[in-house]
């Protein structure tokens, strides 16, 4: 490829992401140089609105469409993959200066439930039946425990907090057996103990304090097992967890 046709490319691919600072290489009709434009832009624009549905409207069209324009200019994404464009938006979010703080958290929650909506991964081997106390208790690989500065799963376009809540919103997202991606707000008691994962399930309870409160996360363990956000206990986990106390 020679120096001419190479430059001549970074030339219109400067153009075409950033067309206001970067001028037209000539020799190519405007009418053509803007049906690239539209084309190029509204593919990554048309990718993260459907990622991002809820920023996307809760931002409104003229902030939306800054924000990704300015995505399409500045940033510099090392992967090639359409499938990854939304994780490099949220990289992208945090090197930049917020209108609202809230909009990284809530990029980053909707990026998780398309992640677990589009999942193919599977469990780790496991024993669905194991003993929740001396065993592992292994969640399932279709949830995620999360804790954010900010209530994510109520921001829309009708609620767009300023101040930073005194508590954090810590939540469990999961998919359900219907595929369905759900979302449960947690006490810090169980995000504790889910945050905890792995380890024993005695050992986790037993950090989290006395008899009572360890017999409450006892029973969130076995509810959550029955709803299959708890697939079982660990392969192994038991008879490794006898050996280190023998």
């Not at 190029?40 to 409207?57: D, K, T």
């Not at 902030?63 to 994780?87: I, N």
């Not at 081997?125 to 109520?154: F, I, K, N, Q, T």
Request: charged share 20%; with cysteine; proline share 7%.
């Amino acid at each position: 490829m020679s120096a001419t046709l190479v430059a001549q490319q970074f030339t219109l691919a400067r153009h075409l992401r950033d067309p206001a600072n970067n001028p037209a290489p000539p020799g190519i009709e405007a009418r053509r140089l803007n049906i690239y434009r539209e084309l190029f832009y509204g593919a990554i624009e048309g990718l993260l609105a459907g990622s991002f549905p809820v920023l996307r409207a809760t931002l409104g069209d003229g902030r939306w469409h800054a924000r990704v324009a300015d995505f399409y200019a500045h940033y510099r994404s090392q992967t090639p993959l359409f499938t990854e464009v939304a994780e490099t938006f949220i990289d992208y979010l945090q090197t930049i200066e917020l209108d609202a703080p809230w909009q990284l958290e809530l990029a980053h929650y909707e990026w998780i439930e398309a992640q677990l909506f589009l999942s193919d991964a599977e469990d780790p081997c496991h024993d669905p039946a194991g003993d929740l106390l001396d065993g592992e208790p292994l969640l399932s690989c279709v949830a995620r425990v999360l804790a954010y500065r900010w209530p994510v799963e109520r921001i829309g376009p009708g609620y767009q907090p300023d101040e930073v809540p005194a508590a954090c919103t810590l939540l469990l997202v999961y998919r359900g057996t219907d595929l369905q991606v759900r979302f449960a707000r947690l006490a810090p008691m169980a995000w504790q103990l889910l945050a905890g994962l792995p380890g024993s399930g005695r050992e986790r309870l037993r950090a989290l304090g006395n008899d009572e409160v360890q017999r409450q996360g006892l029973r969130l363990l076995e509810q959550l097992r029955e709803q299959g956000i708890i697939v079982g206990t660990a392969a192994g986990a038991g008879l490794a967890g006898e050996h280190v106390h023998s």
